[in-house]
């Protein structure tokens, strides 16, 4: 069965230092892969995603991830942390080919420090 | 991007009681639709899938008959939580695809507080 797992409960980093939040998967095929962003009581944002092609991906708010295969990770960065990033991370596969059912991670909480 | 709206944003109901939400496609025709629940400081669970025009799919151990859900058109989903007990006090978020589109679009979630 696919699962996502997220290591790190909880992250706290200096404001302007860079951030690895870390993500692997369980999928038989090339996963579909996801980071979504979630502020307080608020919806999901997409920040990125990996269909195929480039294992690089660039995302929003200058967020990257990068898909390994041979890993089965998908970790998403930022060079240089900014205090509005603090919120809740997560990451996601999508659960059966072409049907946009994701299974989440259990969620990265990101604290930055002033 | 597509753009999915979910409604009411907050809702609190007494014990007994049954609760709506409803969760819309508003540029895009979705095909699917998906309901998830969050408990606080949680991931997001699948609940259920819902077609349009078909039945709901639900994940094992939720209960149909008390999470009932209706995709009667392409841009219209809605999860109505029959005879609420606090323990459903939860977020409850849709997303919504559409085809051929492999990626399925957010709502902002449901506030659901059962007194």
Known sequence: ?114 | GAVVSQHPSRVICKSGTSVKIECRSLDFQATTMFWYRQFPKQSLMLMATSNEGSKATYEQGVEKDKFLINHASLTLSTLTVTSAHPEDSSFYICSAAGHPNTEAFFGQGTRLTVV
């Open chain 1, 1 to 114: 069965a696919q699962s996502v797992t997220q290591p790190d409960i909880h992250i706290t980093v200096s404001e302007g230092a860079s951030l690895e939040l870390r993500c692997n998967y369980s999928y038989g095929a090339t996963p579909y892969l996801f980071w979504y962003v979630q502020s307080p009581g608020q919806g999901l944002q997409l920040l990125l995603k990996y269909f195929s092609g480039d294992t690089l991906v660039q995302g929003i708010k200058g967020f990257e991830a990068e898909f390994k295969r041979s890993q089965s990770s998908f970790n998403l960065r930022k060079p240089s942390v900014h205090w509005s990033d603090a919120a809740e991370y997560f990451c996601a596969v999508e659960g059966s080919s072409n049907t946009g059912k994701l299974i989440f991670g259990q969620g990265t909480t990101l604290q930055v420090k002033p």
